[in-house]
């Protein structure tokens, strides 16, 4: 593909996993620092629900959802070894739990960030988030229980998952509760938060510091 790419999002975010993915692909882009909810001059132009990321490709379409960004890239960039191929026999797997992150857990996060877009009463704000984190560890849970992780989830190359849930598991209830519930893939997500192609990217898009694990 000729020219770059532009990626809206904000340090901290799914957009993270997307950037090491190009990262990891070779290939060029530009950032855009946006956060969720910006303005109409912001992030809403791209994406009408006012979420991050956001990427257009080199040929001008625009993407949102960061599953969707993050099999496209790997489609795209077949080299990298960021997915399965069509007929690799962990195709299917991949696809499950890509949908699986993005459906059953990262999608908690709308509510969780602030649970006044659908509970008025304040007082129930703190009992909300405690239920959510409680499924969010149920779910890590399930995908703990029906994974057999190699070096990285699907076998022994790091991929477009492997990415998605380094970042998504850096988010509430955190990491050391994340651990607990889910081992294997804990130590699947060690190796990439150590994986010397991305300590640039960490560094500057989601740095680790004294407590991150658990604060």
């Known amino acids: 593909m000729d020219g770059g790419y532009l990626l809206q ?11 090491a993915a190009l990262r990891l692909a070779g290939a060029a882009y ?5 956060r969720p909810d910006d303005s109409a001059a912001g992030v809403a132009p791209n994406n009408p629900m006012r979420q ?29 070894g960021l997915a399965p191929g069509v ?5 299917g797997q991949y696809l499950r739990w890509m949908s699986f992150v993005s459906s059953a857990i990262y999608a908690h996060f709308w509510l969780k960030d602030d649970p ?10 703190v009992d909300v988030g405690e239920r959510i984190e409680a499924r969010i ?4 849970t399930i995908m703990e229980r029906q994974t057999d992780p190699g070096r990285y989830i699907l076998g022994d190359r790091l991929g477009a998952l492997d990415l998605y849930v380094a970042v998504v598991s850096r988010f509430r209830p955190r990491r050391q509760r994340f651990y607990a519930v889910a081992p294997g893939l804990g130590e699947v997500v060690r190796r990439v938060d150590a994986d010397p ?12 510091f004294e407590g991150w694990d658990r604060l």
């Open 137 to 140: 560890l149920d779910c890590w």
């Open 197 to 208: 192609r991305l300590a640039t990217l960490w560094a500057e898009r989601y740095p680790f």
């Open 87 to 91: 007929h690799d026999a962990t195709r």
């Open 52 to 80: 991050v990321p956001s990427l257009t490709f080199p040929d001008g379409e625009t993407l949102t959802e960061s599953a969707a960004i993050l099999m496209r890239i790997a489609e795209l960039h077949p080299a990298a």
């Open 9 to 19: 999002g904000a340090p901290g975010t799914g957009a993270v996993a997307v950037e």
């Open 116 to 125: 006044s877009r659908l509970v008025a009463d304040p007082t129930l704000h």
């Open 30 to 34: 530009e950032l855009a620092d946006a």
